[in-house]
């Protein structure tokens, strides 16, 4: 079964830049579109980006569109996450998952997830 990890995230200023990471172990990412979703405390878990298993196709939430950008390297079987400009509302645990198909930041459709990372932004 296809296993997702997330790593890179922290504790970041206000401003500030961090990239998370997706990888995954044992089978190929090349066939699959990732989509990046975070969950804040007390809300709901959204999406925030995807790209499709060619990097043809990206999507971005329209509240990270222009600081977050979605990128994949299929020899390192990685999907970053480049964060930039960051704000106390981007503080959430950050998820990989993965789908057979299109690119979607609705996260219905994805069958693999990883366990999350922690990104806070707070001075």
């Known amino acids: 079964q296809l296993q997702l990890e997330e790593s890179g995230g922290g504790l970041v200023q206000p401003g500030g830049s961090l990239r998370v990471s997706c990888a995954a172990s044992?089978?190929?990412?090349?066939?699959?579109?990732i989509g990046w979703f975070r969950q804040a405390p007390g809300k709901e878990r959204e999406g925030v980006s995807c790209?499709?298993?060619?990097?043809?196709?990206?999507n971005y939430a329209d509240s990270v569109k222009g600081r977050f950008s979605i990128s994949r390297d299929n020899a390192k079987n990685t999907v970053y996450l480049q964060m930039n400009s960051l704000k106390p509302e981007d503080t959430a645990v950050y998820y990989c998952?993965?789908?057979?198909?299109?690119?979607?930041?609705?996260?219905?459709?994805?069958?693999?997830w990883g366990q999350g990372t922690q990104v806070t932004v707070s001075s």
């Open positions: 044992e089978f190929t990412l090349d066939y699959y579109a």
């Open positions: 998952a993965a789908r057979a198909g299109r690119c979607s930041t609705w996260q219905g459709g994805y069958d693999y």
């Open positions: 790209i499709s298993s060619s990097s043809s196709s990206t």
